[in-house]
């Protein structure tokens, strides 16, 4: 009987163990010097402020060139500062460094008294103040709008809704269809009684969303991740980034019930706004009645916004200014990887430049 059918190297097994032990060790030392870790890192100044939310406008180290600022519409399912996690991660920083002049919505912790906010009340409400303070304070009758994600979709509906604010429109990672195969969150949300969650649950607490979304790839986010993580823990730089993004994955906001009843009952189960009938209060929303010019950026590997779901959009709109452009990489890579610094601000800047 062979004694070894693995073909098992015991030196080989022996090294490998000392290395694991050895990066456990240094790991604890690695973990007791790494100071706080802070997001949203762009000098900024709070210029409005409503109930949780605050409007943010960014500082670079020179005078902006853009003569017309960008809004950034972020989601409301995680803090904004994917967009800013870092001095040499931060999409934000390399917009300033375009010469863009760059505003950010802060939705804020809903917590109880929001448990009523409809999507109504951020959009044509919150949403449409932001943009009036930006508006004002630059005086100018439009302004450009950057929307990303569900803030992507938010600002598809707004721009249908108040066109006339809106100069240029820029959505990322941004779905219309809902119902594209390959889109598992979609599917998953299908068969869900979202009213009786809300009903039971009232706010949505981010601990279920941060689940669903951990669980579409569990092995790679739930395993992989923190095995490898042994690798890193005798590199701090490379520790502090792995931290970095855990405290944003998992510090996200609770969701304000009954917007969240809507979006998840029109958008993801009843697809309305690649149909044509969703409704923002009382008013039908035609994504035909968008004829602003429109950048749209789409990741390839995206699993939480699947490119099937992003491409439509050109066909939907009304305006005959469309881009498309293909990112390589996912959902958050577009905004943190190398290749996202070097390629996405200069290609929104330049196209904006453009108009």
């Given at each position: 009987?062979?004694?070894?059918p693995?073909?098992?190297?015991?030196?080989?097994?022996?090294?490998?163990?000392?290395?694991?032990?050895?990066?456990?060790?240094?790991?604890?030392?690695?973990?007791?010097?790494?100071?706080?870790?802070e997001?949203?890192?762009?000098?900024?100044?709070?210029?409005?402020?409503?109930?949780?939310?605050?409007?943010?406008?960014?500082l670079?180290?020179?005078?902006?060139?853009?003569?017309?600022?960008?809004?950034?519409?972020y989601?409301?399912?995680?803090?904004?500062?994917?967009?800013?996690?870092?001095?040499?991660r931060?999409?934000?920083?390399?917009?300033?460094?375009?010469?863009?002049d760059?505003?950010?919505?802060?939705?804020?912790?809903?917590?109880?008294?929001?448990?009523?906010?409809?999507?109504?009340?951020?959009?044509?409400?919150?949403?449409?103040?932001?943009?009036?303070?930006?508006?004002?304070?630059?005086d100018?009758?439009?302004?450009?709008?950057?929307?990303?994600?569900?803030?992507?979709?938010?600002?598809?509906?707004?721009?249908?809704?108040?066109?006339?604010?809106?100069?240029?429109?820029?959505?990322?990672?941004?779905?219309?269809?809902?119902?594209?195969?390959?889109?598992?969150?979609?599917?998953?949300?299908?068969g869900?009684?979202?009213?009786?969650?809300?009903?039971?649950?009232?706010?949505?607490?981010?601990?279920?969303?941060?689940?669903?979304?951990?669980?579409?790839?569990?092995?790679?986010l739930?395993?992989?991740?923190?095995?490898?993580?042994?690798?890193?823990?005798?590199?701090?730089?490379?520790?502090?980034?792995?931290l970095?993004?855990?405290?944003?994955?998992?510090?996200?906001?609770?969701?304000?019930?009954?917007?969240?009843?809507?979006?998840?009952?029109?958008?993801?189960?009843?697809?309305?706004?690649?149909?044509?009938?969703?409704?923002?209060?009382?008013?039908?929303?035609?994504?035909?009645?968008?004829?602003?010019?429109v950048?749209n950026?789409?990741?390839?590997?995206?699993?939480?916004?699947?490119?099937?779901?992003?491409?439509?959009?050109?066909?939907l709109?009304?305006?005959?200014?469309?881009?498309?452009?293909?990112?390589k990489?996912?959902?958050?890579?577009?905004?943190?990887?190398?290749?996202?610094?070097r390629?996405?601000?200069?290609?929104?800047?330049?196209?904006?430049?453009?108009?």
């Open positions: 009987m062979n004694p070894n693995f073909n098992i190297d015991p030196q080989r097994a022996r090294d490998e163990v000392e290395t694991f032990r050895r990066k456990l060790e240094s790991g604890m030392q690695t973990l007791r010097e790494v100071g706080p870790i997001l949203g890192v762009t000098p900024r100044e709070a210029v409005y402020r409503e109930d949780k939310l605050t409007l943010w406008h960014f670079g180290e020179k005078k902006p060139t853009a003569k017309v600022p960008i809004l950034i519409c989601a409301l399912v995680n803090t904004p500062w994917m967009i800013d996690l870092q001095a040499d931060s999409m934000v920083r390399n917009l300033l460094e375009q010469g863009e760059v505003y950010l919505i802060d939705w804020g912790y809903p917590d109880g008294a929001d448990r009523w906010l409809t999507l109504e009340d951020y959009i044509d409400g919150y949403l449409d103040r932001c943009v009036d303070v930006v508006r004002t304070r630059h100018l009758e439009a302004i450009n709008l950057l929307g990303i994600c569900q803030g992507g979709v938010f600002s598809l509906c707004y721009t249908a809704l108040h066109g006339h604010k809106v100069r240029n429109l820029i959505t990322m990672v941004t779905p219309v269809d809902f119902h594209t195969p390959d889109n598992m969150l979609s599917h998953w949300t299908r869900v009684d979202i009213d009786l969650f809300v009903d039971t649950v009232g706010n949505v607490p981010a601990d279920i969303m941060n689940w669903a979304y951990l669980t579409l790839k569990p092995v790679r739930n395993q992989q991740k923190y095995v490898g993580l042994v690798d890193i823990l005798d590199n701090p730089k490379e520790v502090e980034n792995f970095r993004m855990e405290k944003w994955i998992f510090d996200s906001p609770d969701q304000a019930g009954e917007a969240f009843r809507q979006f998840a009952k029109d958008f993801f189960q009843q697809n309305r706004l690649m149909k044509g009938t969703a409704t923002i209060g009382q008013r039908t929303i035609d994504l035909g009645d968008i004829h602003q010019p950048l950026i789409f990741a390839e590997q995206d699993h939480l916004v699947p490119p099937a779901a992003s491409r439509p959009m050109g066909e709109i009304g305006s005959d200014d469309y881009t498309a452009i293909a990112f990489g996912g959902h958050i890579g577009i905004y943190v990887s190398g290749r996202a610094q390629e996405v601000p200069p290609a929104i800047h330049e196209w904006l430049a453009e108009r």
